[in-house]
C-alpha cells in the first residue's frame, strides 16, 4: 500500500502531528487533468483509487483515465470503502457466512483466523423492536423486552463476533437506527489512520446508508454479500460513473417541511431515471438546506434509484459536526477539504456534470406519497382520491379474498410476530368506526425523518396545539414513537412536547426502524377483526421511506410516507378520506371545528425551539454509552473463541451449505437446458416480495418447518429475524402474501404450478420437486426487479432454491449485483421485448445458450422457450454481468465462494494487503 508511483503524495499538519494524503492537485499537475472541475463525487472515487495506486487493484493508468472523467475511457474503477455498516438483519446472516468460511478454512486444515475483516465494520442492532405495546408509558420497556425474548440466539452470535473478530463492533439493542447513528456519530468526514488523511468513505448493508451522504460522506449500500467480500478485502469493482448535477435555487415556502422536499425529489428524480446514477446537490440553494434536511433527501435514495446523493462538504458540515459532538473533527476536515476542493461554498464554478436538473425549493408543497410507492407523490389535497383509485382496483380484491383464505388456513395473514399479548381497545366500540379509508397505523418512524429535529420538533408543536385545542387522536388509530436516536427523545424532553405527544398517544415504543420495515406489531384484537370481517381496505401513514404492499402490515393495503406532523394531524383525522387543507380535524370544547392550518407551527416556533432545546451536550451524553449496553446485553451468555460452535438444535442459527461440498476449483460455465419457471412476474417485484421480513404462517413452508423443529407458532418470530437459518429463508423466498405469479392465475401469494404435472403448489414446494427431477429453474419478470431493500436472501434464496437464471426487463442496482455474487445469471430482454411482447407464459421449457464458450461482461444470451406443442420462440437477451470482476465472480459460483478459494489457495501467512488499519 501506498507506493505513490505517481510521486502525488503530501503531508498536513493535524492535532496529533503530521499526517501524508494522497494531493489532488498534484495528480492534476501530473497528469493535465481539470480535477478542480470534477464532481466532489468522482474527487472522492479519484482519491480513493490514487491512493492505491501501484497494489494489487489499481494501476496507474486507471488513475489518469478516471482523473480525465468524463472521457477517459472505461478502465475499471476498484473502490475500496474505508469501513462498512451493517444492521441486525443483514449482519447477521453476513456475520453467519464468515463463521462458515472459518469453519471451511478449519476443515481445510488452514488457519481461520484469515477470515477476519480487513476494515473496520460497525453493526447496529435496529431491526428487531416491533411495535407490540403502544400508548403507554412502559411501551419502550415492554417492547424491548420482547426483544430481548425473541432474539437471544442472535444476539449471542453478534456477541461472540465482536470477541471474534478484529476491527467488529456492535451496538447494542434500544440505542438507534443504524444510519441515523452513522449520521450524527460513527461518520468522521476525514479520516486520520496510520499517518494518512483520506475522505471517510462505506458501504452498508442497508439501501439507505447514502443517508450519511448528507454529511458529505460518500457510502451507499450494497447486498451484505458484497459487504462481506469488502470486509474480506475485495474491492468493488463500478463502472465509469455517471453524474447526475441537482442545481439548487431558493428556499422552502411556509407550511413545507424536508419531507415534503424529500417526496417532489423522489417523484422526479424517479420519473427522469438515475438508476445506477450518483446524483451530486450544487448552488446557492444548499446553504438554506440543513445537514438534516439533506440528509433526509439521501437516505432515499433507494427510493428514487440512485447509487448515493452527495451533498459536499461545506460550512453547514462544520456547524453539525460541532452540535453533534464531533467538534475533535473539525479541524482536520476543514483543513483537508480545502486543501483538496472538495469545501463547497455558494460562489464555486459549477462542476462539469454528465447532466443536470433544477430544484426550486420554492415551488414545493405539502405532500404525501402512496399508497404503494414512495415515488407516488400526492398533493396533501388529493389524498383521498389517490386512495379511492386504489381500493377500487382488482388487486385489492384478490388481496382482501387471500387474507381471508390465509386466516382460516391458521396462516398468519397480519404478520404477527407473536410472543407478546395482543393490544385491545380500551373501549372495544370504537372499532366499529372503522370503515374504508380510515387509519390504523399512525408511526412517527424510521431515521429518514426523525433524524431531523425540524420535522420533529413540529410534530411536538402540532402536538402542542392539538391538545390545547381539545383534540385527542381517534381511539382505532395505533399511535406510535420510535426514533432513530436517543438524543431526540432528550430534545424533546427539553423542549417540553414530550407529554403532548403522549397525550396523543404517541409515546415511545422503541429506538429502531419498528413500523418503516414492517415492525409494526399486530392492530389491536378488536380493529383487526374488523377489517377482516367486513373485508376493508384500511390505510398507514408513516414517517418512513418505504410503502410497498404488505410491506407495513399485511392487512393494510394502503400506506401513505408523510412528515411526523402529518403523521400526527391523520392521527387526529382518523381517516384518508378527507381533505387536511379544507377539512376540520376536529372539533374544540365548544364544539366549533378546527383545522390543520389553526394548529400548523410557524418555521419561527420550530427554529426557535430547536435552538433552546437542540444541544450539543445531549450528543455527548448519549454516543458517549452507545457501545455499552443495558444489562440485558452486559449480562447475555455468549460463545467466545476463534469458530462459532454451531449447533444442531438451533432454529435461528445454522451452519449454511455454501462451503459445506466445496470445491478447490470451479466449475467450468456452461448453459442451461430443459428449465422450468418458476415464477413469471410482473413490475416493480421488490426484494419484499422475494424475500419477506414479517411474520411466519403456520400452513407455510417456513411454519411447518418450525413446527417439526418443535417451536410453537407464538415463538416463530419473523423472517428477518430467522435469516440466520437458511432453512427457514430457503422456504420463505417468494413467500410474501402479495406476491402475484402469473402461472397461478387467481392466486395471490407464494404459489406455482409445477410443470408438466399441472399441479399447483407453493414455491418451496415446487422447487424442491424440481431440483428432486434434476430441473434448473428460471424466474421471469419485468421492469425493477428487485427494487426495494438490499436484501442478500432474495438472491441467496432465489439460488437454494435452484434457480439458475433470472430473465427481467430491468433490475435494481443492488439485487443485480447479488444475483451474480451468488452465481444466479441476470438476464434482461432486449429493449422493446418482454414476456408479454414474446407470449411467454410460464407453460414453456427454457434454453439459454453462449455461455458455455466462457463468459464476457454484457455479451448475448440467446433463449429458446419451447412450449408443449413442441413451437418455439428464440429471443437474445444481454447478460447483466455487468464487470469483467463479476465474470469471475459469477465463474466461482459467487464471490464468497471465489474470496475463500483465495484465503486457501494463498501460501502467504497473516492478513495480507488491506487488512484493517491499512488505508
Known sequence: MH????????????????????????????????????????????????????????????????????NGGEAPLAFMPARVLMQDFTGVPAVVDLAAMRSAMQRAGADPQRVNPFVPVDLIIDHSVQVDRFGSPDAYAANLEWEYERNRERYALLNWAQQAFDGFRVVPPGMGICHQINLEHLGRVVIERDGWLFPDTLVGTDSHTPMINGLGVLGWGVGGIEAEAAMLGQPMFLPKPIVLGVRTRGELPPGTTATDLVLTLTQKLRAHGVVGKFVEFFGPGLSSLSIADRATLSNMSPEFGATATLFPVDANTLKYLRLTGRGDLVANVERYTREQGLFRIDDDAEPAFSEVLDLDLS??????????????????????????SAAEGAAAQVSAKEIARLDAEGGSAV??????????????????????????????????????????????????????????????????????????????????????????????????????????????????????????????????????????????????????????????????????????????????????????????????????????????????????????????????????EWTDDSTYVKEPPFFKAFADEPSAPGDIKGARALALLGDS????????????????????????????????????????????????????????????????????????????????????????????????????????????????????????????????????????????????????????????????????????????????????????????????????????????????????????????????EGHGEGRAGDV
Open 3 to 70: 507506493q505513490d508511483p505517481m510521486g502525488i503524495r503530501a503531508s498536513l499538519p493535524t492535532g496529533s502531528g503530521t499526517a501524508s494524503y494522497i494531493s489532488l492537485a498534484s495528480l492534476a499537475a501530473k497528469t493535465g487533468a481539470d480535477v478542480a472541475r470534477l464532481p466532489h463525487t468522482v474527487k472522492i472515487l479519484l482519491e480513493n483509487i490514487a491512493r492505491r495506486a501501484g497494489g494489487r487493484d489499481v494501476s496507474v493508468s486507471d488513475v489518469e483515465a478516471l482523473a480525465h472523467w468524463p
Open 363 to 388: 415551488q414545493v408543497e405539502p405532500s404525501v406519497a402512496g399508497p404503494k410507492r414512495p415515488q407516488d407523490r400526492v398533493a396533501l389535497a388529493a389524498v383521498a382520491q389517490s386512495f379511492q
Open 415 to 644: 404478520g404477527e410476530i407473536h410472543k407478546a399479548p395482543k393490544e385491545q381497545l380500551a373501549h372495544p366500540g370504537d372499532a366499529n368506526s372503522v370503515t374504508h379509508g380510515s387509519v390504523v397505523i399512525a408511526a412517527i418512524t424510521s431515521c429518514t425523518n426523525t433524524s431531523n429535529p425540524s420535522v420533529m420538533i413540529a410534530a411536538g408543536l402540532l402536538a402542542k396545539k392539538a391538545v390545547e385545542a381539545g383534540l385527542q387522536s381517534r381511539p382505532w388509530v395505533k399511535t406510535s414513537l420510535a426514533p432513530g436516536s436517543r438524543v431526540v427523545t432528550q430534545y424533546l424532553d427539553k423542549a417540553g412536547l414530550t407529554p403532548y405527544l403522549e397525550k396523543l398517544g404517541f409515546n415511545l415504543v422503541g429506538y429502531g426502524c419498528t413500523t418503516c420495515i414492517g415492525n409494526s406489531g399486530p392492530l389491536p384484537k378488536e380493529v383487526a377483526e374488523l377489517v377482516k370481517s367486513n373485508d376493508l381496505t384500511v390505510a398507514s401513514v408513516l414517517s418512513g421511506n418505504r410503502n410497498f404492499e404488505g410491506r407495513i402490515h399485511a392487512q393494510i393495503k394502503a400506506s401513505y410516507l408523510a412528515s411526523p406532523p402529518l403523521v400526527v394531524a391523520y392521527a387526529l383525522a382518523g381517516t384518508v378520506l378527507g381533505d387536511l387543507t379544507r377539512d376540520p380535524l376536529g372539533a374544540d370544547g365548544g364544539g366549533r371545528p378546527v383545522y390543520l392550518k389553526d394548529i400548523w407551527p410557524t418555521a419561527e416556533e420550530v427554529e426557535t425551539l430547536i435552538a433552546s432545546s437542540v444541544l450539543s451536550e445531549q450528543f455527548e451524553v448519549e454516543y458517549g454509552r452507545i457501545f455499552e449496553g443495558d444489562d440485558k446485553w452486559k449480562s447475555m451468555p455468549a460463545p467466545t473463541g476463534t469458530l462459532f
Open 685 to 908: 417485484i421488490t426484494t419484499d416480495h422475494i424475500s419477506p421480513a414479517g411474520g411466519i404462517g403456520a400452513n407455510s413452508p417456513a411454519g411447518k418447518y418450525l413446527v417439526e423443529q418443535g417451536v410453537p407458532q407464538a415463538e416463530f418470530n419473523s423472517f428477518g429475524s430467522r435469516r440466520g437459518n437458511h432453512e427457514v429463508m430457503m422456504r420463505g423466498t417468494f413467500g410474501n402474501i402479495r406476491l402475484r405469479n402469473a402461472m397461478a392465475p387467481g392466486t395471490e401469494g407464494p404459489w406455482t404450478v409445477h410443470l408438466p404435472s399441472g399441479e399447483q403448489m407453493s414455491i418451496y414446494d415446487a422447487a424442491m420437486r424440481y431440483q428432486a427431477e434434476g430441473t434448473p429453474l428460471v424466474v421471469i419478470a419485468g421492469r425493477e426487479y428487485g427494487s426495494g431493500s438490499s436484501r442478500d436472501w432474495a438472491a441467496k434464496g432465489s439460488a437454494l432454491l435452484g434457480v439458475k437464471a433470472v430473465i427481467a426487463q430491468s433490475y435494481e442496482r443492488i439485487h443485480r449485483s447479488n444475483l451474480v455474487c451468488m452465481g444466479v445469471l441476470p438476464l434482461q430482454f432486449k429493449n422493446g421485448e418482454s414476456a408479454h411482447t414474446l407470449g411467454l407464459t410460464g407453460d414453456e421449457s427454457f434454453a439459454i445458450s453462449g455461455m458455455a464458450g466462457g463468459i464476457e461482461s454484457r455479451q448475448n444470451a440467446t433463449v429458446v422457450a419451447t412450449r408443449s406443442d413442441g413451437s418455439k420462440t428464440t429471443f437474445e437477451t444481454t447478460v447483466r454481468i455487468d464487470a469483467p470482476a463479476e465474470v469471475e465472480y459469477f465463474v466461482n459460483g459467487g464471490i464468497l465462494d471465489m474470496v475463500l478459494r483465495q484465503l486457501l489457495q494463498s501460501k502467504a
